[in-house]
């Protein structure tokens, strides 16, 4: 059933970024990076489940460091790491963001990215055994870190406003993984906590960044400056949401970012450094992005060009920032 599910929510997202993206041409591309990137992972479960029936008993499997269970873990792992995305299966996740519309975007960002989450505590977790779960423990990590940094670095360096949240939830959710992989019971909480509270605050971003894309037809991150001169409750909004995205206090990301570096220094503390170190990344692109949106000179427009949020609007972004407080 889950196997039935899991390749089903593809056919939605698909047609949201093929049929209603973009009016360019690349939506066709982006869309079908998705569906190859997702049929891979699919396949992948597949397989480890025609096996496990074909075998009878997954016991006999997983009971020992036999080559079937390492197979077996292998195979379950990537067709969860496809759907977080963890590196370097990510490729399409900006691809997908950028040329699909708000709504896609929100979906994305907000639901589909769970279900690696979902897949890697509900089965991969309780399928096998401790030994093999912490044969992988230390190539699984590393995969979080460079996801981490990577996604944080690449953050960074963006022009593209919505690319730059979906290189910003790579990290996000690499960091989620990387506390399931501590194997402790906070890490695997405050990995909860952090993939709900990243729903919120990445469906918030990019509808946001859809408002402001529709108003000005443009998403580029150079175009905008001192928007909080003419656009105040959005541009509030944005502040305050992007400061809930690097785990500001008060928050719904400060508790499990917290609860994460914790789980962190009890169980993994050699990785602690490089760890501290892509939050700040991280951190460092938001805070980025919204002062260059926010504060500075008023570009391109004149002064009566800008319209701020209407009252729906508004509303959606005060519900979700009651969630996220």
Same mark, same amino acid.
């Given at each position: 059933? !889950? ?26 591309? #982006? ?35 036999? #080559? ?16 977080? +995305? ?7 996740? +900006?691809?997908?963001? =950028?040329?699909? /519309? ?12 769970? @279900? ?9 977790? +309780?399928? !096998? ?5 912490? &044969? ?30 979906? !290189? ?12 399931? &992989? ?9 990995? @909860? ?26 998403? /580029? ?8 001169? =003419? ?31 914790? #789980? ?12 501290? !170190? ?12 919204? @002062? ?26 005060? =519900?979700?920032? =009651?969630?996220?407080?």
């Amino acid at each position: 059933m !889950f196997l039935l599910f899991f390749e089903a929510a593809a056919i939605p997202v698909f047609a949201m970024i093929a049929f209603a993206g973009s009016a360019r041409r690349e939506r066709i591309k #982006a869309a079908y990076y998705f569906i190859m990137f997702t049929a891979y992972g699919s396949v992948s479960m597949l397989l480890t489940l025609l096996s496990v029936f074909s075998a009878q008993r997954m016991e006999d499997y997983i009971g020992s460091m036999m #080559a079937g269970a390492v197979t077996f873990w292998l195979l379950l792992f990537v067709a969860f790491a496809v759907k977080v +995305p963890l590196f370097p299966t990510h490729i399409w996740l +900006p691809y997908a963001h =950028v040329e699909a /519309s708000t709504t896609a975007s929100i979906v994305l960002a907000s639901l589909l990215l769970k @279900l690696g989450g979902y897949g890697i505590l509900k089965f991969l977790l +309780p399928a !096998f055994n401790c030994d093999i779960h912490i &044969f992988f423990q230390s190539g699984a990590l590393l995969i979080c870190l460079i996801g981490l940094i990577y996604g944080g670095l690449c953050a960074l360096r963006q022009a593209d406003i919505k690319r730059q949240i979906a !290189f910003s939830s790579v990290a996000h959710m690499s960091f989620a993984v990387l506390g399931i &992989f501590t194997y402790t019971e906070a890490g695997a909480k405050g990995s @909860l906590y952090l993939m709900v509270s990243h729903g919120l605050t990445a469906a918030a971003l990019f509808f946001m960044a859809g408002a402001l894309s529709d108003r000005h037809h443009t998403r /580029s991150v150079f175009a905008y400056g001192g928007l909080i001169q =003419v656009m105040p409750t959005l541009i509030a909004f944005f502040i305050y949401i992007s400061l809930a995205n690097i785990g500001f206090p008060g928050t719904s990301g400060f508790v499990p970012e917290l609860i994460l570096i914790v #789980a962190t220094i009890s169980t993994t503390l050699y990785i602690l450094a490089p760890v501290m !170190f892509g939050m700040f990344i991280s951190a460092a692109a938001a805070l980025l992005l919204m @002062l260059r949106i926010a504060f500075g000179h008023i570009k391109g427009y004149s002064r009566f060009q800008f319209a701020d949020a209407t009252r729906i609007e508004s509303f959606v972004l005060g =519900v979700l920032g =009651v969630c996220i407080l």
